[in-house]
Nanobody, 121 residues
Framework: QVQLVESGGGLVQSGGSLRLSCAAS????????MGWYRQAPGNQRELVAT???????NYKDSVKGRFAISRDSAKRTVYLQMDSLKPEDTAVYYC???????????????WGQGTQVTVTS
C-alpha cells in the first residue's frame, strides 16, 4: 500500500505562516510529481502547487509569491511553505503524489487524508 501523511496544518492569524509536510511511504518504486491541492467549503478541490522530480514547479496564480513548494526526494517528502496567509487560504489541504509502485509500469495518483488550515482575520 501507498500512504501519504500530511502534517503542519493549524490555526494562524492573517499574515502569518505555516509549513506543511507530506511523507510518502509504502510499496513505492518511484515518484514523479508531488503537490498540494485544497478544498474550501462550497468550493471544488483546486491545485495549489506541484513539483516534479526534476524540481519544476507550478502554482495557482493567487498563491504565487506567497507559497513555495519543495521536496526531499530521498525522504519522499514534499513541503509547502505558506507565508502572508489570508483568510481566503482557509481550506483542507491535500497532499498529492504520482507514484509508480513496485512491480508495475504505470503511474497512479495518490492522495493524503488532508490537513486543516484556518486563517483568521
Amino acid at each position: 500500500q501507498v500512504q501519504l501523511v500530511e502534517s503542519g496544518g493549524g490555526l494562524v492569524q492573517s499574515g502569518g505562516s505555516l509549513r506543511l509536510s507530506c511523507a510518502a511511504s509504502g510499496s513505492i518504486f518511484s515518484i514523479r510529481t508531488m503537490g498540494w491541492y485544497r478544498q474550501a467549503p462550497g468550493n471544488q478541490r483546486e491545485l495549489v502547487a506541484t513539483i516534479g522530480n526534476g524540481d519544476s514547479t507550478n502554482y495557482k496564480d493567487s498563491v504565487k509569491g506567497r507559497f513555495a513548494i519543495s521536496r526531499d526526494s530521498a525522504k519522499r517528502t514534499v513541503y509547502l511553505q505558506m507565508d502572508s496567509l489570508k483568510p481566503e487560504d482557509t481550506a483542507v489541504y491535500y497532499c498529492y503524489a504520482v507514484v509508480q509502485k513496485f512491480f508495475t509500469t504505470r503511474f497512479s495518483d495518490y492522495w493524503g487524508q488532508g490537513t486543516q488550515v484556518t486563517v483568521t482575520s
